[in-house]
């Protein structure tokens, strides 16, 4: 599990070590000179000679770089400092000009600077960490804006490689806002735990690989701002049969998914559930997708009626492939999800059930919108804060949790990354997918396995002593093995890939994988989920 803390924890975490005496600056500027020093080795060799760029901002991100650049000026690194804040670290700069680094003219054509510094080997932004909010602004953010244009139009194996220094200059640290004039990263060194914004979309594509570096923080009681689950803790929620279980006790779905319009969600939400190990799934739609159903999947049971009259299930997928104007099966839907609530049953609301939701929900009910399914929902209880879908993309955190706040239930916000909330606890942030996967049927996909998630914990999530933040946790678990099953369809393996996912980068030295209908990321699942129960799967 990776994990991000919010800015006051870590500041509460530092203060009483700072104040005994702990050197943190010391730890943190070391760890970070090392892991510039070990790259450049990587890319080109040798440390010595190397000329390295490092931007300097007036506070404590500015002195861990220029304590930096002094370890790397010492090394035999050619070192070129540009302060681009009001004030500057002063004992960092003193140590940086004693260890022979260069501090270039801070007030030339930024044009002129830039053009220098993107023809280094490596570039440090130490303008901004913790102690700013979003947005660089001033001096600094005139010279990012003339170098990211100078990098722009280098060749991308003559670019710099660009070391953030905790956190890259002016994201929204805590909601991982991503502003204009932000410095893409190829790596980030952060102090102590990682931040929100390094996990968090728009601003984690700016934060390339993560490196943390143990500062020796006492976190323990802080509770988690982010939390991103990786294999082994997948495994750890996904409910394995024993000897004991049978069918019902595996869990029973309930999917009233596709209509005349779109009978193909039907199908690709059964696939899913059937593949993902439900142990039944009763399908109540409308005849002809129900034929279709059947064709594919003959162990698929059809449910006929109103919800008491289905059959009973542990949980309900309701809405996928109904569009608007169906409104006898959205008045069905509406007096399913009223029954589910009603007798504690978790529900996964998608598409067409998320315009019929009641004005509170429990937290065992999880929507599951697109970015623009989301700017509908909060317009219409919301309608002054102005969301729209291009709103949402740009502060989808703070998009998740208004939702949460106005309805009570968990919110999936399904993207590249997908983010998942409840009323309490971390947002879940799952990165595992590939950009093949925004394929039409996708989200069907990902609905039909998050009910069967939920069917097969329905005894965790509901009675006395539930975990309110496990509907939220299983959420993540459907969002991350979708996201798998797509790489495996589509040819992206190991956790190289993981990575390239997350920074919208190839895998370095690996496949970028090929086209995926929505049907091959179910028919993957199996597989995937037998190598994530075997340990076999890595990131
Ligand atoms: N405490 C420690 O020992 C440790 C601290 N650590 C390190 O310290 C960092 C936190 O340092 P911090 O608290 O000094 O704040 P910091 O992030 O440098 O920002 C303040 C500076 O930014 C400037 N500025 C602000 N907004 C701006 C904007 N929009 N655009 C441009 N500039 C802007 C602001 O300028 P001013 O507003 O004064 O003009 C001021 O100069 C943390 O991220 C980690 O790297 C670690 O080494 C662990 C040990
Ligand atoms: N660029 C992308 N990278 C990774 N995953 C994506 C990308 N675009 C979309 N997805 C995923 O594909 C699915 C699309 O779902 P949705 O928008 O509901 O489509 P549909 O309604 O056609 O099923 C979601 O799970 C989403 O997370
Ligand atoms: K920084």
Redesign the pocket.
């Known amino acids: 599990m990776r994990t991000a803390h919010r800015v006051t924890d870590v500041v509460d975490a ?1 203060t009483p070590l ?1 104040a005994a005496g702990v050197p ?2 010391e730890r ?2 070391f760890a970070l000179a090392l892991a510039v020093a070990s790259d450049l080795r990587a890319r080109r060799g040798r440390v010595v000679g190397a000329r390295i760029g490092v931007l300097v ?8 770089a220029l304590i930096a650049a002094a370890h790397l000026a010492r090394r035999g690194a050619a070192v070129e400092i540009v302060g681009v ?3 500057m670290h002063e004992a960092g700069a003193a140590r940086a000009r004693a260890a022979g680094a260069r501090f270039l003219d801070a007030d030339q054509d930024a044009g002129e600077l830039a053009g220098r510094l993107a023809g280094c080997a490596a570039l440090l932004d130490g ?7 979003s ?4 001096r ?2 005139e010279v990012v804006t003339a170098l990211r244009g100078a990098m722009a139009s280098r060749p991308r194996g003559e670019r710099p490689w660009v070391v953030a ?2 956190v890259p200059s ?1 994201v929204g640290v805590d909601d991982g806002a991503l502003p204009e004039g932000v410095l893409p990263a190829d790596r980030t060194v952060t ?2 735990t990682a931040k929100p914004a390094l996990l968090l979309p728009p601003a984690e594509v700016a934060a390339g690989e993560v490196t943390t570096v143990a ?1 020796g923080l006492d976190l323990t009681g802080a509770s988690h701002a982010v939390v991103r689950l990786e294999a082994g803790d997948l495994a750890e929620e996904w409910a394995v049969p024993g000897p004991a279980d049978h069918k019902y006790t595996r869990g029973v779905l309930g999917i009233a998914a596709g209509s005349d319009t779109y009978p193909g969600a039907a199908v690709l939400a059964t696939s899913a559930a059937v593949r993902a190990g439900a142990g039944m799934v009763r399908y109540a739609g409308p005849d002809a997708a129900a034929a279709q159903v059947l064709t594919r999947h003959p162990e698929v049971v059809r449910g006929l009626g109103e919800a008491d009259q289905v059959g009973r299930v542990q949980a309900w997928l309701l809405g996928s492939g109904v569009g608007a104007g169906d409104t006898e099966r959205l008045a069905w839907l509406e007096r399913t999800l009223t029954h589910a609530v009603e007798r504690g049953i978790p529900v996964v609301a998608d598409a067409g059930a998320l315009a019929v939701l009641p004005e509170r929900l429990p937290a065992t009910v999880l929507l599951t919108p697109h970015a623009g399914e989301l700017a509908g929902l909060l317009a219409a209880r919301d309608p002054r804060a102005g969301w729209d879908r291009a709103r949402v993309e740009a502060l989808p955190v703070r998009a998740l949790r208004r939702a949460v706040d106005l309805t009570g239930a968990t919110v999936l916000l399904k993207g590249a990354t997908t983010l998942v909330a409840g009323p309490s606890g971390p947002v879940h942030s799952q990165a595992e997918a590939t950009p093949w996967l925004g394929t039409a049927g996708a989200g069907d996909v990902l609905a039909g396995l998050a009910g069967m998630v939920l069917a097969s914990r329905a005894g965790d999530l509901t009675g006395a002593g539930a975990d309110p933040e496990l509907t939220a946790r299983l959420g993540a678990v459907a969002a991350s093995v979708h996201g798998r099953a797509a790489r495996r369809a589509a040819g992206v393996e190991g956790a190289a890939g993981v990575e390239a996912s997350r920074t919208r980068r190839a895998p370095a030295g690996g496949s970028v994988g090929g086209p995926i209908t929505a049907l091959d990321v179910a028919e993957a699942l199996p597989s995937v989920i037998r190598d994530l129960l075997d340990g076999t799967l890595g990131g």
């Open positions: 530092e700072l943190l600056m943190a500027s901002g007036g506070g404590n991100n500015g002195g861990d804040g009001r004030a303008i901004t960490g913790i102690g700013a909010s947005g660089l602004r001033g600094a953010l220094v905790d002016g102090m102590g500062l």
